[in-house]
């Protein structure tokens, strides 16, 4: 069979008018790599070859974000510059998501802390403990990164964390970290740690809110399974 080029479509169907006369929002998934991929290969056009792209990665933009470079360009019509394409966008949007704007975000729910924090840590190897600081009126002051360690566990300073929130003269702390293991459920350790640091902050008038875990697209919240009462 032939294949049919995009510019052989109508001008309407073609992914870069589309999105110039309608948005982005428009555009299909396969539409939007396309884009970024520009052309496809012998036999596929760019938004069938995204197609082949998105089925090596089980449909899922998130199996794509992570998608090694190596392997995408074992496909067929993937070379290194598409790849790098793909990752600077993917990176990009994790960039956008990560900035605070100037009118700081209310944190208000355990959705709330899993959306600020997932692109930090839910895909990494290794733990990571990081802090949310609140003001009174439970708005973000800062996020911060208190330790990184192993596959199984890190290290966390309550005199760090402490110091922290009475620096930035929070009325309170969220903890969060992440498991590699893609299980969220907390251990006996993780269990521990909370009280540790619920203790620690209160001797300081500081309330620890929550304590989440997050694991992939997963997470678990002390307060949520009133573990933090």
Known sequence: MKKINIKDWNKEDRPREKMLSLGAASLSVSE?????????????NAVELARELLYHCKNSLHNLSTFPIEKMTKI????????????????????????????KPLVNSSTNVYKIMASHISDLKYEECWILIL???????????????GISSTIVDNRLIIKKAIDNLASGLILVHNHPS?????????????KILKDAAALMNIILLDHIIIAGNRYFSFSDESLIL
């Open 76 to 103: 067929l019509g993937i070379g290194t510059a598409k790849a790098i394409t793909i990752k600077a966008a993917f990176e990009l949007g994790k960039r956008k998501s990560n900035e605070i704007l100037e009118d």
């Open 182 to 194: 893609g299980n969220p459920t907390p251990g006996i350790q993780d269990k521990k740690q909370t």
């Open 135 to 149: 003001n009174r009126a439970n708005k973000l002051i800062e996020k911060y990164k208190v330790s990184m360690g």
């Open 32 to 44: 939007l790599i396309a884009i970024l991929i520009r052309n496809g290969n012998e036999e596929l």
